[in-house]
């Protein structure tokens, strides 16, 4: 029986370690997207800090990436600046492996 609640708890700590992994790695996405969307704004070393946290808190929203789509759409409009769904989603896809290859 210890063999059985030793795999069990390392099952609970793989699980645990990936959980995090996954959770470092999207917000190190958002902060890469956070700098893209920042320079295609056109905002300034501070303003793209302070978007950043922005970007990172909205993902807070809920679960998926609807809420940081939205906020970035959101922002463009509000700057007047078109921006594909299609050039949003690569970017975020890019953003996303290259914060993979930071953690792997």
């Not at 609970?12 to 470092?24: C, P, S, T, V």
């Not at 704004?41 to 998926?64: R, S, V």
Request: glycine share 2%.
């Amino acid at each position: 029986m210890n063999k059985f609640n030793d795999r069990e708890k390392s099952f609970e700590n793989k699980f645990a370690h990936d959980q995090e992994l996954q959770f470092k790695v999207t917000a190190r996405r958002n902060k890469y997207l956070a700098e893209w969307v920042s320079k295609r704004l056109g905002k300034n070393d501070i303003e793209t800090d302070n978007y950043i946290k922005e970007l990172i808190k909205a993902d807070f929203e809920e679960p998926g990436d609807q809420d940081i789509i939205r906020k970035i759409k959101k922002d463009f409009e509000k700057n007047n600046i078109s921006l594909e769904s299609a050039e949003l989603d690569q970017e975020i896809k890019n953003c996303l492996e290259r914060a993979k290859k930071d953690f792997l």
